[in-house]
């Protein structure tokens, strides 16, 4: 029974978030090429930004910061690394820390955030429905904390989501397409065994501009596999006891640069709440008692952008809309998800250490 339950599982395939009736109605083949093009472009674009120096990045407003309400650091590798060997040990080997544990890494690797302010769409809130029924971000700022796991050579690893929201990305004319209502930007940490952080990234909350910071202990093997998109690395993130600060642009609220707070000047930091992401899914609602902030296909009504009439050959349903965990399609060429267990390693391999090469 146990070999039978065993082999219905492996036969088990989840749809991904890709259609690929869009893709043969669109000329995939064909249409895909000016797509790889652009995103050719908006990287050369992103690699000239994050080698501009920090002092000479522009500022459109005035830069702000948001960190967490804890003032510090917390747990050190060595804990952190206790509470991953012991919450992994199950038949599966999979880290579980207990809430707990979760919220002390949750709070250990917490970012500043350090925003262009130069518009109230720059100013992260909490989502709510207003009284009218509609989705808005106001109030005070709040980052929602997810748990998420990935595989690498022959270990599962911990990560940590944190997503951060705007009211809106403000329209730049009549001809953009990418701007509209609401606003999200991921970070994760992807945890080593030995506790330190292995690999950082970022994306936005529609599944775009999905950026990789590698610390000293990964190195990139493959910046695209197949007919794909190349990954994005702007930079890596050396080691530092101090909370990492992540540059975001203002209106559209890309990740402009990674830094240790140790390397900033002294601005004065308001503070954020974490709040468990499954929050989002139950929230108060003024005609229907509550609901979630997401809609049945995993988007939050009223964040549709215009380039869904542009970009749908590329098969991702409503391209550029706010979406749920496990909707975030991150390629417009290829295939790619955020939530993809395979992912990290796919793309990434373990730096051998002098000592381990001896060894070996």
């Not at 510090?72 to 040990?89: C, E, F, M, Q, Y």
Request: glycine fraction near 10%; proline fraction near 10%; hydrophobic fraction near 35%.
């Amino acid at each position: 029974a146990a070999g039978t339950r065993r082999a219905a599982l492996t036969r088990v395939r989840v749809p991904d978030a890709y259609r690929r009736t869009l893709r043969i109605l669109g000329l995939y083949p064909l249409s895909s090429q000016p797509f790889l093009l652009g995103v050719h472009g908006l990287h050369r674009e992103t690699e000239r930004v994050f080698a501009t120096p920090l002092d000479g990045l522009p500022v459109a407003g005035r830069l702000v910061r948001v960190g967490p309400a804890g003032t510090s650091a917390g747990t050190s590798p060595d804990t952190a690394a206790a509470i991953l060997a012991r919450s992994a040990r199950n038949p599966l080997g999979i880290p579980l820390p207990d809430d707990a544990a979760l919220a002390e890494l949750f709070e250990r690797h917490a970012p500043i955030w350090e925003i262009d302010v130069g518009t109230d769409s720059d100013s992260p809130g909490t989502p709510r429905f207003d009284p009218a029924g509609r989705v808005v971000v106001d109030g005070a700022p709040a980052v929602f904390t997810l748990a998420s796991h990935t595989r690498w050579y022959g270990e599962t690893l911990l990560q940590l989501n944190y997503l951060i929201w705007f009211p809106a990305r403000p329209r730049t004319g009549p001809f953009d397409l990418v701007g509209g209502r609401l606003d999200g930007v991921i970070w994760r940490v992807t945890l080593g065994p030995d506790g330190r952080p292995l690999i950082y990234d970022s994306v936005h909350a529609c599944g775009c501009y999905h950026k990789f910071y590698p610390t000293p202990r990964a190195r990139l093997v493959a910046s695209y596999r197949g007919w794909e998109e190349p990954l994005l690395v702007p930079q890596s993130i050396p080691d530092g006891p101090d909370r990492l600060v992540i540059r975001l642009s203002s209106g559209s609220h890309y990740v402009e640069r990674v830094y240790r707070a140790e390397s900033a000047r002294n601005r004065q930091a308001s503070t954020y709440t974490l709040e468990d992401y499954d929050r989002l899914r139950s929230l108060p609602h003024p005609e229907h008692g509550r609901r979630s902030l997401f809609d049945p296909d995993g988007i939050v009504p009223g964040s549709e952008r215009r380039e869904r009439w542009l970009f749908w050959p590329m098969g991702i349903p409503e391209p550029g809309a706010m979406r749920q965990w496990g909707q975030h399609a991150t390629a417009f060429v290829g295939r790619r998800h955020f939530d993809d267990p395979g992912l990290m390693a796919r793309y990434f391999a373990p730096v051998e250490t002098p000592a381990k090469r001896r060894s070996d």
